[in-house]
């Protein structure tokens, strides 16, 4: 079955406070420029897609030791094989958005709420979020 999301990238605003993004949604495989940020340079997780030509080098590098004072948990997941259903809530818990993640979709929640649904067997998905963490009891809530 083909993915049924419609948009090469999305931002998914808040409609409770509509100057809050709670998710971005892309599908590294029809991106058509040499680089994609899915995320504002102020959000705790960072995400790029970055396509890369034959022969380019990344110079030897190592990040420095720079201190970073988050509060909260964002996340991605990236879809490698199958398909999941996402519904996607507002700050107040409310159903923003329902929508199907397939291979090669990306989704960064940066707030907001979020469950998902897996649509096929062996789907696999790779899951990032900023850590530590410290157990499901004092990183998430349950929305009724």
């Known amino acids: ?24 949604v892309f599908n590294i ?17 960072q995400v790029s897609a970055i396509q890369l030509s034959q022969g380019r080098v990344v110079k030897p590098h190592q990040h420095l030791p720079t201190q970073r004072n988050t509060v909260g948990t964002q996340e991605s997941w990236m879809l490698w094989q199958g398909r999941v259903q996402v519904k996607l809530y507002d700050l107040d818990q409310v159903l923003v958005k329902e929508f199907e ?26 899951e990032i979020k900023n850590g530590p963490y410290y157990g499901s009891e004092y990183d998430a809530k349950q929305i009724d």
């Open 1 to 24: 079955m083909e993915n049924n999301y419609r948009l090469i990238t999305e931002r998914i605003y808040s409609n409770q406070q509509p100057d809050q993004l709670l998710a971005t």
């Open 101 to 126: 993640l397939g291979a090669g979709d990306c989704m960064v929640l940066y707030r907001g709420g979020h469950s998902f649904t897996v649509l096929d067997d062996n789907t696999k998905l790779i």
């Open 29 to 45: 495989n029809r991106l058509d420029v040499s680089r994609y940020n899915a995320a504002d340079e102020h959000e705790i997780l």
